[in-house]
């Protein structure tokens, strides 16, 4: 306990911690000790909390292109950028005049706007698969949406995902698969009823599963970027198509990461197949809440209120979002993908060097212009099972000795690396320089 403190300009500045730097500003475990008294965990995603890497989070008082700089005026090179959800870079001046100017009109109003029907075409422009566009507020909403859609179409309840793809918190897709081959799925958090996900089997991701006509759809990630970041095999996905087509299931892409991440036709334009129904979100916000599902046009007029399958959102299509996405959509040509593309090389590169170096076992693999981790030196994981054998702690030391270096990757061993149009060449430089640092402070911390 530091022994003096000016409670007035740390109460001005908000702050009410038992333990004080006495500087006048708070500091970052001040912020958080008392975000956790209001909220559970100091945190609204769990996901950000640091239960994985220990610690706790530095809180964020601003950022600017690559640099996120926390209350205590330190500054970090992001490669979170909010899970992939800002693309451009932090505060892009495209991004915020779009956003400032809807905000003088209004930010929602419970009618349609010349925005949202704007937002809808450019995405069904650059998705060929998304014949119509219904917008809402996340990609859990994306999901679930998607689920309730495919089984109204159908008809049919099954629904089947893969092990290690992530969905959002959408109950009937939160579910625990066993190891190896397809099982019925058990609930993968307290407060899921059995009932509610005894309609969902859970396949090893990278095999196409015998499908039967109780199957309404199949969800899954194009990309698996929850799990690290998996490539799907080769025919996967293509047999996953023709699977769902031999027994009249749906086959619905979850975009939510790769839509307008991997390249402006999202992974199915990269990888070729064509899906029945593609969820969205992340990019397509701009950084705002958003989320989206596009797909041929007799399923999607299933949605009320032209058919039966209901989905309603008092802020969807919201102005201010759809400004955002417009806005970020239109910066991203063919010329961005493959800049994003080689700086996501780089960063393989530069990683993989400064953990050979320091004799760190770790493998950085790229899909499009995604990076995922693996700490381990055997083959590249293809599935769930693989991806789990990586290092959580060798991920830790190299989170914490990075972090203290001021590169800033995500607190939790599986998710990926994100590079943007904010992390130029002086930026990656940078974290050539730190990255040899962090990885050889990881080894000595790691003993
Ligand atoms: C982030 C994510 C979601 C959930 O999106 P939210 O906007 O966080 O609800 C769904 N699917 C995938 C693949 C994701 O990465």
Known sequence: MIPFCDPVRCQAAG???????????????ELFERSCRA????????????????????????????YVFDVEGKRYVDLVQSYGAVILGHAHPAITAAI????????????????????AEAIGERVASCERVRLMNSGTEATSTAIRLARGVTGRDRIVTFSGNFHGATDAL???????????????????PNATVANTIVAPYNVVPQLDDQVAAVIVEPVAANMGVVAAVPGFLAGLRAECDRVGALLIFDEVITGFRVGSGGAQGLLGVRPDITCFGKVIGGGLPIGAVGGRADIMECLTPIGKVFHAGTLAGNPIATAAGLAVLNELDDDVYTELASRAGRLSALLTEACSAAGLPAQFPVVGTLVGMYFGAGPLPTNFDAAKTTSEASYAALFQAALAEGIAFAPGAYEALFVGLGHDADVMDQIAVA?????????????
């Open 15 to 29: 702050c009410v911690a038992t333990v004080c730097t006495g500087r006048g500003v708070p500091s970052n475990n």
């Open 39 to 66: 909220i559970p965990g100091g945190v609204n995603s769990s996901i950000r909390a640091f239960k994985a890497v220990g610690g706790s989070p530095y809180v964020v008082a601003r950022a600017q292109g690559p």
């Open 100 to 119: 400032t100017a809807a905000a003088a009109d209004g930010t929602s109003f419970g009618a349609p706007t010349p925005r949202e029907m704007k937002l």
């Open 174 to 192: 939160l579910v625990a698969g066993g190891s190896g081959v397809a099982t019925l799925g058990l609930p993968g958090t307290a407060g899921i």
């Open 435 to 447: 990255a040899h640092a962090a990885a050889s402070n990881a080894v000595r911390a790691l003993g």
